[in-house]
T-cell receptor
Framework: DAGVIQSPRHEVTEMGQEVTLRCKPISGHDYLFWYRQTMMRGLELLIYFNNNVPIDDSGMPEDRFSAKMPNASFSTLKIQPSEPRDSAVYFCASSFYARGNTEAFFGQGTRLTVV | DAKTTQPTSMDCAEGRAANLPCNHS???????VYWYRQIHSQGPQYIIHGLKNNETNEMASLIITEDRKSSTLILPHATLRDTAVYYC???????????????FGKGTLLTVNP
């Protein structure tokens, strides 16, 4: 398997524009996580899904952020409208649940810059 | 989730063992201890996890105290490529629900020196 695949790797956009980040989890994994990382706040969990259903979105910063998982092979994180403070590296991770094993596999991340 | 406390940074000489401590005094009975690391600009990478017994794999060893309130990650022969931020996380083993998630703290920046 190629691992968790995120696209794009880099995104530069202007303030006010819509941004869509994409993630393809590892085949067969039933959990998918979205994280955001900044120098100031570290690695923050935004939302996670189990079998395509959002379980906990308490980390989503505000209504400008939304995430979907229409099927087991694809998830998106959308920011609309984007703001400079949204600049960060966004990571997607997936895992397969087995009692006592929460090994999560992370993608390479999307570096978002909002100017 | 139980919170963890780790030193902000540590140094280690190349070829020596690196011992990274973690305190998790409020850990509950069904929570595992996980260690991940993040090399600069990459996504975090799983290292090892355990419940109450010591664990070893090809990357590291995990020593958990008998009361489970603290643990130590051991890299037996640190190399320059082990320079990274190391995260200690506790997470429930219960299936589904809001308890099954990995919440990262600030971690420990381990610098391996030549």
């Amino acid at each position: 398997d190629a691992g968790v695949i995120q696209s794009p790797r880099h995104e530069v956009t202007e303030m006010g524009q819509e941004v869509t980040l994409r993630c393809k989890p590892i085949s067969g994994h039933d959990y998918l996580f979205w994280y955001r990382q900044t120098m100031m706040r570290g690695l923050e969990l935004l939302i996670y899904f189990n079998n395509n259903v959002p379980i906990d979105d308490s980390g989503m910063p505000e209504d400008r952020f939304s995430a979907k998982m229409p099927n087991a092979s694809f998830s998106t994180l959308k920011i609309q409208p984007s703001e400079p403070r949204d600049s960060a590296v966004y990571f997607c991770a997936s895992s397969f649940y087995a009692r006592g094993n929460t090994e999560a596999f992370f993608g390479q991340g999307t570096r978002l810059t909002v100017v | 989730d139980a919170k963890t406390t780790q030193p902000t940074s540590m140094d280690c000489a190349e070829g020596r063992a690196a011992n990274l401590p973690c305190n998790h005094s409020t850990i509950s009975g069904n929570e595992y201890v996980y260690w991940y690391r993040q090399i600069h600009s990459q996504g975090p990478q799983y290292i090892i996890h355990g419940l109450k017994n010591n664990e070893t794999n090809e990357m590291a060893s995990l020593i958990i105290t008998e009361d489970r309130k603290s643990s130590t990650l051991i890299l037996p022969h640190a190399t320059l490529r082990d320079t990274a931020v190391y995260y200690c996380i506790v997470s429930s083993s219960d299936s589904g629900g809001s308890n099954y998630k990995l919440t990262f703290g600030k971690g420990t920046l381990l610098t391996v020196n030549p």
